[in-house]
């Protein structure tokens, strides 16, 4: 039926060509959680860019979890972790994501003319980051309250030599 649906959309063959998603093996969110599920495509459009990689061994997944605030100028971002761990009996990877609540901002003076707006505030910390893999959803829990989104990071194709000193 989703091929059904993508055929529909007038997708060539290549792109329509996703693994089929199965979620037996991840548990069901938690009570307060939400189970966000990423299916990689299995085909993505090569770069035009020649120093890009086209390989997929290459690529990375970049989880960005966070949540809608309304915010002024300041930079702002929300206290949380995000953890790994495994399925047992199973093997795969699953995310967890913990706090959230709390948000912590610069405290510079704003303007007086500059409204506050909504804007997306993500985990502060650094990345998470996992291997592209088009066979395997990415699957993370998080609080209620929390949106997960994600980005593709391609390598360049050359490689620098280290200096050795």
Do not use: H
């Not at 529909?8 to 979620?23: K, N, Q």
């Not at 912590?104 to 980051?129: I, W």
């Amino acid at each position: 039926m989703v091929l059904t649906l993508l055929a529909g959309l007038g997708l060539p063959a290549a792109v329509r060509a996703i693994p089929r998603l199965d979620l037996k093996p991840y548990p069901a969110a938690a009570a307060g959680q939400r189970r966000w599920v990423i299916q990689l495509p299995g085909v993505l459009k090569p770069s035009s860019d020649p120093a890009i990689s086209a390989n997929p061994a290459d690529w990375r997944v970049e989880l960005i979890v966070g949540r809608e605030l309304e915010v002024d100028c300041n930079r702002q971002l929300l206290r949380g972790r995000i953890e790994a761990e495994t399925i047992p009996g199973w093997g795969y990877r699953i995310f967890r994501v913990s706090g959230g609540d709390l948000a912590a901002s610069t405290r510079m003076a704003c303007p007086p003319d500059q409204p506050p707006r909504r804007q997306f505030v993500a985990l502060g910390g650094e990345p998470t980051v996992v291997r592209y893999n088009a066979s395997l959803p990415i699957v993370v829990y998080a609080p209620r309250d929390l949106q997960v989104r994600w980005r593709l990071w391609k390598a360049e194709t050359t490689q620098q030599k280290a200096q050795q000193l």
